[in-house]
């Protein structure tokens, strides 16, 4: 495959699911905020949120203050935003256009129907905007796994996933733990258990956690679902795993060894021996920054493997 081919490819899903990141940080933000003590963090929840989006820079360049419409404006309708919902559809539908024959026509419709859709959406209904982006993510999602032949196109399609995915839990789990944790007077109380509560109802994982753990919604079960259990599929384990094994399956294919997929196993190696006892007795927020940064540094060597740039 060519590598602008691959590119293309990696970048339609990565692109989707980060539009997925920003209603799932909405969401978060809109609910917490329906707590009439929301706020005794270290931020308020709508700076909470703006932190964790990685793009505050943009923010602070057109808007004066986080709240719900500031929010939802930047992140999903305005344009100069990079990472808002209606750029990363409009670019994930950009790449796959460029390569047309590379994907079955229901992968197409998926993401052209998202587009075309977006157009007739309004602000003022945040939850309906959230659910009606992971509605349009997981139909494409659906289409990629119903339809296309697995080959290298789909490993790469699948390594855009895996890696926005980790990056995706990784900011959520550190919007709850670092920035809108309470007071410690607070934690363990009815507006902590509410916020974990509330994080796993973000990542579609309230049900599968209660089926793993039952009802005890303590911090660290819940941080041990969200980083080292590999049978949740948002899980920072499940999702480097999936990335060593797409960079194994295209290793093989191409007959050649990469810098990105030695980088995955070892990262896989290191998160699989991890207990979450010490990743939160040393700093969990310390741990999901530094996640968050080797997960870019993968990103970029996934890039330089396969000779196509970061965008």
Same mark, same amino acid.
């Given at each position: ?35 009439? &003590? ?16 990685? /793009?505050?820079?943009?923010? =602070?360049?057109?808007? @004066? ?5 500031? #929010?939802?404006?930047?992140? /999903? ?5 990079? &990472? &808002? ?35 007739? +959406? ?26 296309? +032949?697995? =080959? ?22 550190? /919007?709850?733990?670092?920035? +809108?944790?309470?007071?410690? =007077?607070?934690?363990?109380? @009815? ?7 509330? +994080?796993? *109802?973000?990542? @579609? ?34 999702? /480097? ?5 797409? #960079? ?32 939160? &007795? ?6 999901? *920054? ?19 740039? @970061?965008?």
């Amino acid at each position: 495959m060519l590598s602008r081919t691959a590119e293309n490819l990696y970048w339609v899903t990565r692109y989707m699911e980060r539009a997925e990141t920003m209603a799932r940080l909405l969401e978060v933000g809109y609910r917490i905020a329906l707590m009439p &003590s929301a706020g005794e963090g270290n931020r308020n929840e709508w700076a909470s949120i703006l932190a964790a989006s990685g /793009v505050e820079s943009y923010f =602070q360049q057109s808007y @004066s203050e986080a709240n719900e419409t500031t #929010l939802e404006n930047f992140l /999903v309708f305005d344009t100069n935003n990079p &990472s &808002s919902v209606a750029t990363c559809i409009a670019k994930a539908r950009d790449n796959a256009r460029v390569v047309r024959t590379a994907v079955t026509s229901e992968v197409w419709d998926a993401l052209n129907s998202a587009f075309q859709e977006f157009k007739g +959406l309004r602000p003022g209904d945040l939850p309906g905007l959230c659910d009606w982006t992971k509605k349009q993510t997981a139909a494409l999602r659906g289409a990629i796994e119903g339809t296309q +032949l697995q =080959q290298d196109g789909y490993d790469f399609l699948n390594l855009g996933y895996y890696l926005e995915r980790a990056d995706n839990t990784a900011r959520l789990l550190d /919007v709850k733990y670092y920035v +809108l944790l309470p007071t410690t =007077q607070r934690v363990g109380g @009815s507006v902590d258990n509410y916020q974990w509560i509330t +994080l796993l *109802r973000s990542l @579609s994982a309230l049900r599968s956690f209660h089926w793993a753990y039952g009802g005890d919604y303590s911090p660290t079960k819940i941080a041990h679902f969200l980083i080292l259990n590999k049978t949740n599929p948002r899980s920072l384990l499940h999702c /480097v795993e999936e990335a060593s094994y797409h #960079l194994n399956r295209l290793a093989r294919a191409y007959g050649q060894s990469t810098g990105a997929q030695a980088q995955a196993n070892t990262k896989l190696a290191r998160l699989a021996e991890a207990h979450v006892e010490d990743i939160i &007795s040393d700093g969990l927020h310390e741990f999901l *920054r530094d996640f968050i940064r080797d997960n870019a540094g993968l990103g970029q060597t996934v890039a330089d493997s396969y000779l196509f740039g @970061s965008k």
